[in-house]
């Protein structure tokens, strides 16, 4: 079973950086596609970072956040930058071996990780 595992989250302050990890032992995800999500409390799990299309409400943390990967090792990063206290959530990496690259649905990916938590203090 593919299972995602994300790391580096944390305690950060605002307007600071962070840069989360993502991998899956045993699998490529050279072969798969690959989206971070994140949940804040009370609210519905949305797409970060994402290529493709997303509600509005999510364009600015889209154009904060970006990701990375380096196939040498197997890693898919996130990189977050100018955080503030609204970014405080759990991140997690999705994985789905039939999701278009810039896919933002949650439904269709299939595997998750158990997620990181982000605090941003302010």
């Known amino acids: 079973q593919l299972r995602p595992v994300e790391s580096g989250g944390g305690l950060v302050q605002a307007g600071g950086s962070l840069t989360l990890s993502c991998t899956a032992s045993?699998?490529?995800?050279?072969?798969?596609?690959i989206q971070w999500f994140r949940q804040a409390s009370g609210k519905e799990r949305e797409a970060v970072a994402c290529?493709?299309?997303?509600?509005e409400s999510s364009v600015d943390v889209n154009s904060r956040f970006t990701m990375s990967r380096d196939n040498a090792v197997n890693m898919r990063y996130l990189h977050m930058r100018n955080l503030t206290p609204e970014d405080t959530a759990v991140y997690y990496c999705?994985?789905?071996?039939?999701?278009?690259?810039?896919?933002?649905?949650?439904?269709?990916?299939?595997?998750w990780g158990q997620g990181t938590q982000v605090t941003v203090s302010s």
């Open positions: 045993g699998y490529n995800l050279d072969h798969y596609t």
């Open positions: 999705a994985v789905d071996f039939y999701a278009d690259d810039g896919n933002c649905n949650v439904a269709d990916y299939y595997y």
């Open positions: 290529k493709g299309h997303v509600a």
